[in-house]
């Protein structure tokens, strides 16, 4: 069955790195899109970053441009976001999605980054 398993997450300070990895199985990995969102406490889950596994491209919200890198290792059947120059308003659940079309899309369980002092 398809499995999305976040790790990597956990409590920085303001200015601090982290980066988070997705585990990929039960899906062709190399033909879909994979995509980190985050969602904080009263707000809707927004869409953080993506890459096409296939081609390499990417796309990040401008609230991360600059600071978040999101890459993959098919080898690995792995995604993951490096985190760097975190705020305070970075705080949520991240989650990993992996997407091909509106019925094969799929989502993990997330991991809680908190970004405090």
């Known amino acids: 069955q398809v499995q999305l398993v976040e790790s990597g997450g956990g409590l920085v300070q303001p200015g601090g790195s982290l980066r988070l990895s997705c585990a990929a199985s039960g899906f062709t990995f190399s033909s879909y899109a994979m995509s980190w969102y985050r969602q904080a406490p009263g707000k809707e889950r927004e869409l953080v970053a993506v890459?096409?596994?296939?081609?390499?491209?990417?796309n990040y919200a401008d609230s991360v441009k600059g600071r978040f890198t999101i890459s993959s290792d098919n080898a690995k059947n792995t995604v993951y976001l490096r985190m760097n120059s975190l705020k305070p308003e970075d705080t949520a659940r991240y989650y990993c999605?992996?997407?091909?079309?509106?019925?094969?899309?799929?989502w993990g369980q997330g991991t809680q980054v908190t970004v405090s002092s």
């Open positions: 890459i096409s596994t296939t081609g390499g491209s990417t």
């Open positions: 999605n992996a997407h091909l079309d509106s019925i094969r899309n799929f």
